[in-house]
């Protein structure tokens, strides 16, 4: 396997961003799944459950379900627990407008699947201006 | 997007900077989500709430940041002739005994709603604006946060409403205007899952449960319940709270109910699928078991009024609470809106709840509060899913009166 893995997708928010992957196959509500204000995901029985979003690239199938994204989105990144980028096989429109509203990088519609790639820990570097995210393996 | 020259004349500045800001933020969401435009909006629920303790342990900095935002959202009047009414807040403006309502954060909640009522916001503070008379007409155009609201403003009343965060909600009550796109154009409004319901659904919280079950087969499409009867107002409440929990659903059709589809056919827009799936009394209580994941009996809370009571339901509490006493150490929550516990009051339904030591909450709910709590049991799907996480307990989701039977009790009866 390569070092660098590219996956093509589609800039929904635009900006660049780089961090630790956190990662899923799965949805994610903000609201009543996140505490803004340690960053933790704190769903239980999530596959994600008690992961920190501060820095990470979070790639997960898309959020879910509520119109408190946007207000989470905006505590956490206030507080400086934002994720710094997201990727997200489809676009919930609650996403969209908390990524819009925080300048948050948005990256969606790929052109493979990045669970089958990506995982937790790897480094990701998610350019939404071009529309790719560049994965760097943690092991071989 | 195409914009008009008036609004292309906002976004460049012409009405200040904070217009600016609201207008780029609408143009912005509107080329994400494919709107070819903004359209005129005449009924918003908006969101204008003090974190309370979301943000326990928040920095100063954060605390001035986000007040300085929404007070700057009140500094504008909204759009002439939008209704617009509030949201629920994370503070109650009664008179309780619990630290969690920091009379701090209460004193800048009074505040913001006094702000946000010159700036034309009825402060509602309610989850469910459909029982406070915020009840949009068939085809309305509107902006609505609260994702159980959407579904019921889309499902039940047939009006429009894609769903709304805090920001695009306050843009377009002071604008006016919404991106076109999604359940506001008619060929998004179709059904994309079949649900064929057999069960016997004798009780609002047995929608609950199929909501649940249908919000996760769904994800973000748009489920079309068929063969079942007409829910009652109740009913509709707890299906529609229950599909935006475990899915994304905007919408949903019940055949015969949902304005737009008096038959199958109408609600898949003439393509009815092939594949169904079932929605039997087995399905039924399995949605129940999973919400029962215990590991005592004992209860510290009842939890009633998810999404906010209506006026019936209130009455149905106060008669199964009436000559009784709700356990010593469970604290028993009915979560209203203001303008629905003034007819409580008048009722009588308010003196006899607090006579058997149970408490009417406004403007919120004990879990937007995050009034801790080890076990609690509660009518609401919603409430079940999400208290788990936001207060870190234990839920048992049952029908009312098994609710208010435990309360008593102090442990959970079973059904």
Redesign the interface.
């Known amino acids: 396997m390569p070092d660098n893995i590219d996956i093509r997708g589609k800039g ?2 635009g900006g660049k961003a780089s961090g630790e992957a956190l990662v899923a196959d799965a ?1 994610l509500s903000f ?3 996140v505490d ?2 340690t960053g933790k995901i ?3 029985g999530h596959p994600l459950e008690g992961e920190s979003l501060k820095d990470r690239v979070l790639v997960i199938r ?11 989105l ?2 956490a990144k ?2 400086g627990n934002a994720p710094v980028a997201f990727v997200n096989v ?5 996403a ?3 990524c ?2 925080n300048e948050i990088p948005m990256l969606s519609k790929l052109e493979s699947d990045p669970f089958a790639v990506v995982s937790t820990g790897d480094q990701v570097e998610v350019d939404a201006d071009a529309g790719v995210m560049r994965i760097s393996k943690i092991s071989p | 997007m195409n914009l008009t020259t008036e609004q292309q004349s906002i976004l460049d500045g012409s009405k200040g900077e904070y217009l600016a800001k609201c207008m780029r933020w609408l143009v912005q969401w509107g080329d994400v989500m494919g709107a070819e435009g903004l359209i005129k909006c005449d009924n918003t629920h908006a969101l204008l709430p003090v974190p309370n303790l979301m943000a326990r342990n928040a920095s100063d900095d954060t605390m001035r940041s986000y007040m300085a935002d929404l007070k700057q959202a009140c500094e504008h009047r909204t759009a002439e002739g939008c209704y617009c009414t509030l949201h629920a807040a994370f503070v109650t403006f009664e008179d309780v005994d619990v630290p969690e309502n920091d009379p701090e954060q209460v004193a800048m909640q009074k505040e913001l709603a006094d702000l946000a009522a010159n700036a034309g916001f009825i402060p509602t503070f309610t989850c469910a604006p459909y029982l406070v008379g915020n009840v949009p007409v068939r085809g309305e155009v509107c902006a609505w946060t609260e994702s159980s609201a959407v579904v019921y403003a889309n499902t039940i009343l047939g009006a429009r409403t894609t769903r709304h965060g805090t920001e695009s909600a306050i843009a377009a009550s002071l604008l006016g205007l919404v991106p076109e796109y999604g359940v506001l154009l008619d060929e998004n409004r179709k059904g994309s899952l079949r649900v064929e319901v057999t069960a016997n659904l004798t009780h609002p919280t047995d929608w609950g449960a199929l909501g649940y079950f249908a919000g996760k087969e769904a994800g973000l499409g748009i489920p079309v319940f068929n063969g079942c009867r007409r829910p009652s107002q109740d009913e509709a409440k707890q299906l529609c709270a229950a599909l935006a929990t475990s899915g994304g659903v905007t919408m949903a059709h019940i055949v015969g109910v949902t304005p737009e589809a008096r038959t199958l056919e109408d609600a898949f827009q003439d393509e009815v699928p092939e594949e169904t799936i079932l929605f039997d009394n087995e399905t039924l209580r399995a949605q129940y078991e999973s919400l029962r994941q215990i590991t005592g009996d004992e209860i510290d809370a009842c939890i009633l009024g998810c999404p906010h009571a209506s006026i019936r339901e209130l009455a149905e509490i106060a008669h199964l609470l009436k000559g009784k006493k709700v356990a010593d150490g469970v604290r028993l929550w009915v979560d209203t809106a203001r303008g629905t516990k003034g007819n409580a009051d008048a009722m009588g339904y308010t003196k006899i709840i607090e006579d058997a030591g149970g408490t009417i909450l406004t403007e919120t709910c004990p879990t937007n509060m995050r009034i801790p709590a080890k076990r609690i049991i509660t009518h609401g799907f919603k409430q079940a899913h999400y208290s788990r996480g936001m207060i870190e307990c234990e839920s048992i989701i049952a029908k009312t009166d098994a609710c208010v039977r435990s309360a008593v009790a102090g442990k959970w009866l079973g059904d």
């Open positions: 929904v928010v949805t609201w009543g799944e803004a204000v704190i769903a239980v898309s959020t879910k379900g509520s119109s408190g994204t946007p207000m989470i905006n505590l206030l507080e489809e676009v919930d429109s609650l969209a407008l908390g819009i509203v």
